[in-house]
């Protein structure tokens, strides 16, 4: 009997053991998903940002490989880069002489290639060969607003598409210098020119990577209508300014309700294709945009996908009514169906872009 009683104190010691170790064991675990959320939340800033913008140590080597190089060859961070490649009116005699077609023949034209938005709608394709220079003058005169509102759309539409596609062309050559284990200097020349053209200190390549990327058609389709009347402003009829842009320097057109006082213009282009890009250097480099950029990563993260109508949160510093303007851009993106655009792609015209399609 008392060997009995022996090994029931030790079956009875071991069960309240092994019964206080699983109690322990389960609040040790349910503890587990709060704890992991506090961590990413408080100390990783946005998982899904890491893994587009973050960097690892070859990252660090090629970064400092290219403070090197700068050194080597007194190659100094050029803020005059940032619009060097624009085509301001200043400086571009190339297109000095683009002409400026009636809008029935810009009508014609695309009639006669077969280029009509609810086509367009359909194949999800453009031909961005029909470049169009300049907004014909006749649109301020038009009556029919879905008329005008589609030729505005048609206009601008292929520009918007094919800066997006260079812009896409760049950051499948950045991402592929990045994943070489080994870069050549003609590599490591052409990314100081992309950080001194998207405004990028202290080469930073992970900053590069958030700021090089496209921004949705339906978002810059909704803001160039809205800064420009569907076509219509002085801005964008003498200037061919689509969105709005100031600036101190150089030549511009000056607000007829501006203040005395004021010094900034609207920016004044040769042809519309420069606003355009103008527009997307400006939100891909200006401190005002960071918070769209880092919501951008976010979601070329998650899904890649661009959404524009989230996206649009981020442009209240675009304008001087704040909210009220995202309001807006929301509103026209909604009831003018833009983001039909979204997923569109260009007809290419060179080997190169032929590789984005």
Partial sequence: MKKFKLKNKFFYNNFIKTTGLSFVLIFAFSLLPPASNFITKNFFFE?????????????????????????????????NQVYADIGLSTNDKDIEDAPRFTAVRI??????????????????????????????????NFQNVKKKKDL?????????????????????????????????????KWLIQKLDQYAVKNNDLSTLKIRMDEVPVSLALAQAAKETGWGTSRFAQEGNALFGQWT??????????????????????KILKSSVKAYLRNLNTHKSYSEFRKERAIQRDNDENLD????????????????????????IIQQNSLTDFDDV???????????LI
């Fill in 107 to 140: 009508t014609k034209l695309f009639k006669e290639e077969g280029y009509t938005l609810d086509d367009v709608r359909k194949k999800k394709i453009v031909n961005i060969g029909l470049s169009i220079a300049r907004l014909p003058e006749e649109i301020k």
């Fill in 308 to 331: 524009s109508l989230l996206l649009a949160n981020y442009l209240h510093k675009y304008a001087e009514t704040g909210f009220d303007y995202v309001v807006i851009i929301k509103k």
């Fill in 47 to 79: 998982k899904s940002t890491l893994s587009n913008a973050g960097f690892n140590f070859d990252i660090i080597i090629l970064q400092k490989s290219l403070e090197e190089l700068r050194k080597s060859e007194n190659i100094e961070q050029n803020k």
């Fill in 345 to 355: 792609k260009i007809l290419p015209t060179s080997l190169k872009l032929k590789k």
């Fill in 152 to 188: 505005f759309i048609q206009i601008v539409l292929p520009l918007i598409l094919e800066e997006n596609a260079r812009i896409k062309f760049d950051r499948i050559k950045l991402f592929s210098i990045l994943n070489k284990k080994y870069n050549s200097e003609r590599d490591k």
């Fill in 248 to 269: 101190w320097i150089g030549e511009g057109i000056k607000p007829s309700k501006a203040d005395k006082d004021t010094t900034h213009k609207v920016a004044k282009f």
